[in-house]
């Protein structure tokens, strides 16, 4: 009888492990009807992330981007919430990643604006030069990563 367990349980344990497997959760509160955002959330799920989307009225998205503590010269069209960070406009999903592993005192990351040839505005290989800054808890931002201009 004792037996007959074994294989159950590591079934269960096997079933209790499966979300993780499907990748870390991303909630996207956007504009209805923004396809640059909608491209961005197919980059994060075809990056292993599994986005979740939002619809909001662009006052409500102001006031969420405000009491993130997102400075105004780092807004773009969406935000982001993925695990105590907010991912502000067209972050590559490997500078989040990054961030996820790293787990700097940080508000999170912005690309402010819409570059294009960032993760939903458009092809890499012929996307203009951006950066994705690191928004610290005090408002201040550095550089996190740079992306040079495409080639193509």
Not at 88 to 95: K, R, Y
Not at 99 to 110: F, K, N, T, Y
Not at 119 to 136: F, K, Q, S, W
């Amino acid at each position: 009888m004792r037996r007959a367990r074994l294989p159950l349980a590591a079934l269960m344990l096997a079933a209790t492990a499966a979300p993780s497997l499907a990748g870390e959760a991303i909630h996207v509160m956007k504009t209805s009807g923004c396809g640059c955002c909608v491209a961005w959330m197919d980059h994060l799920e075809a990056n292993g992330f599994a986005p979740t989307g939002e619809n909001m009225h662009g006052g409500m998205l102001v006031q969420e981007k405000i009491a993130a503590g997102v400075p105004p010269t780092m807004t773009s069209c969406h935000t982001a919430r993925v695990d105590g960070y907010v991912i502000e406009g067209h972050v590559p999903a490997a500078d989040i990643q990054r961030l996820l592993a790293e787990r700097p005192d940080a508000v999170g990351l912005s690309v402010p604006g819409m570059p294009f040839g960032s993760p939903g505005m458009g092809p890499e290989t012929r996307r203009e030069a951006y950066d994705v800054h690191l928004i610290r808890p005090d408002g201040t931002t550095e550089i996190f990563t740079s992306y040079a201009k495409g080639k193509g």
